[in-house]
Antibody, heavy 123, light 109 residues
Framework: QVQLVESGGGVVQPGRSLRLSCAASGITFDSSAMHWVRQAPGKGLEWVAVISFDGSTEYYADSVRGRFTISRDNSKNTQDLQMNNLRSDDTAVYYC????????????????WGPGTLVTVSS | EIVLTQSPGTLSLSPGDRATLSCRASQSVLSRYLAWYQQKPGQAPRLLIYGVSSRATGIPDRFSGSGSGTDFTLTISRLEPEDFAVYYCQQYDSSPTWTFGQGTRVEVK
């Protein structure tokens, strides 16, 4: 079955860095565009970043552009999110999610999600 | 950036009732790219509807989506106990940007 499992969350001071990872199984990873979506405590969902199936293209939300970097390793079925210069408003559960693709058509929705990893930015 | 506004914020209903959730966009949305999710406490979201009205794999037919342009609706025809949750709409635009509505909570009356 499909599994996306995030790791790397924790407590970090403002201005510091953290790297999240997502390990995928049960999907054709190297054909999948992968995303990070976050959810602040008690709040709604916020899209963070996407990386294309081959890693050639990345896009970011305005709130993280220039501070976060998404990457992937198709040989290991993993994607990462390098988070630099963290701020208190980056505190959230970070979800790894796959973009739904069907017969080569990207539906721009997220069909598989990991359970999430909590990042707390606090001094 | 397209902003999605969901209403109502909270819907208080009983099992067996019909639920109608609204999602309004600040600009016209490409219809292929409007989706709905269900989220229960402590869980990741689950895709219910994509492309405005297509049900995701395994989603019961009591869930249906409709709409176009700036106004979209998720309807749950008869609420089951497991349907009480928070629901989010989500759209994609060509920036590219993915945005979510703020959510509607469906609670037991």
């Amino acid at each position: 079955q499909v599994q996306l499992v995030e790791s790397g969350g924790g407590v970090v001071q403002p201005g510091r860095s953290l790297r999240l990872s997502c390990a995928a199984s049960g999907i054709t990873f190297d054909s999948s565009a992968m995303h990070w979506v976050r959810q602040a405590p008690g709040k709604g969902l916020e899209w963070v970043a996407v990386i294309s199936f081959d890693g050639s293209t990345e896009y970011y939300a305005d709130s993280v552009r220039g501070r976060f970097t998404i990457s992937r390793d198709n040989s290991k079925n993993t994607q990462d999110l390098q988070m630099n210069n963290l701020r208190s408003d980056d505190t959230a559960v970070y979800y790894c999610a796959r973009e739904y693709v069907e017969s080569g058509w990207y539906h721009r929705a997220f069909d598989y999600w990991g359970p999430g990893t909590l990042v707390t930015v606090s001094s | 950036e397209i902003v999605l506004t969901q209403s109502p914020g909270t819907l208080s209903l009983s099992p067996g009732d019909r639920a109608t959730l609204s999602c309004r966009a600040s600009q016209s949305v490409l219809s292929r790219y409007l989706a709905w999710y269900q989220q229960k406490p402590g869980q990741a979201p689950r895709l219910l509807i994509y492309g405005v009205s297509s049900r995701a794999t395994g989603i019961p037919d009591r869930f249906s989506g409709s709409g176009s342009g700036t106004d979209f609706t998720l309807t749950i025809s008869r609420l089951e106990p497991e349907d009480f949750a928070v629901y989010y709409c989500q759209q994609y635009d060509s920036s590219p940007t993915w945005t979510f509505g703020q959510g509607t909570r469906v609670e037991v009356k």
